[in-house]
T-cell receptor, first 115, second 112 residues
Framework: QQQVKQSPQSLIVQKGGISIINCAYE??????FPWYQQFPGKGPALLIA?????SEKKEGRFTISFNKSAKQFSLHIMDSQPGDSATYFC??????????????FGDGTTLTVKP | DADVTQTPRNRITKTGKRIMLECSQT?????MYWYRQDPGLGLRLIYY???????NKGEISDGYSVSRQAQAKFSLSLESAIPNQTALYFC???????????FGQGTRLTVV
């Protein structure tokens, strides 16, 4: 069982295009919605995160859009570059005492940006 | 120095052997985690610890055990390694459940 469901599994985008990755979550008590980026041979690293008091957060070419009513949040990468080619994970918090054992990460999206 | 250090980085072991993967962190965080990564399956939680005295099983804890030796150290053991435990293992730490998680570089384990 997973607390977050991520799509698509893989994505191929041309350089300069927009990459969009989606994540759906179950628990309405979540208060932190991060996206992690992982390059081959490296551990995941936080890319951008949002709290539910705002609907959108932008950092450079990366934007998180948050839809509380739909229980979804998405990552948008504008002007995608070959250097953005990586695996992206959405994640859910692991509160103490609840839902012990459930996965906290989505299955990942492999993004390939073609030059 | 890295915030989270995992040792070894690579290990090949034989079926039935006991193996320990070690993790140390310099962030001063109470929460530490062990994840396993397999192609197409994302990051699956093996064990997690909210503090030195609070250790919990994750979704795939069978065949694994952990020890939290100190706030900064969290080790993962495979008591009797089997080939389907071949994977990439990550240790992570965070200040709280709703804050950034910091990951190590990973340990690539191969069980033959």
């Amino acid at each position: 069982q997973q607390q977050v469901k991520q799509s698509p599994q893989s994505l191929i985008v041309q350089k300069g295009g927009i990459s969009i990755i989606n994540c759906a979550y179950e628990n309405t008590a979540f208060d932190y919605f991060p996206w992690y980026q992982q390059f081959p041979g490296k551990g995941p690293a936080l890319l951008i995160a949002i709290r539910p008091d705002v609907s959108e957060k932008k950092e450079g070419r990366f934007t998180i859009s948050f839809n509380k009513s739909a229980k979804q949040f998405s990552l948008h990468i504008m002007d995608s570059q070959p250097g953005d080619s990586a695996t992206y994970f959405c994640a859910a918090p692991l509160p103490r005492g609840t839902n012990a054992g459930k996965s906290t990460f989505g299955d990942g999206t492999t993004l390939t940006v073609k030059p | 120095d890295a915030d989270v250090t995992q040792t070894p980085r690579n290990r090949i072991t034989k079926t039935g052997k006991r193996i320990m993967l070690e993790c140390s962190q310099t962030k001063g965080h109470d929460r530490m985690y062990w994840y396993r990564q397999d192609p197409g399956l994302g990051l699956r939680l093996i064990y997690y610890s909210f503090d030195v005295k609070d250790i919990n099983k994750g979704e795939i804890s069978d065949g694994y055990s952990v020890s939290r030796q100190a706030q900064a150290k969290f080790s993962l053991s495979l008591e009797s390694a089997i080939p389907n435990q071949t994977a990439l293992y990550f240790c992570a730490t965070s200040e709280d459940s709703n804050t950034e998680a910091f990951f190590g570089q990973g340990t690539r384990l191969t069980v033959v």
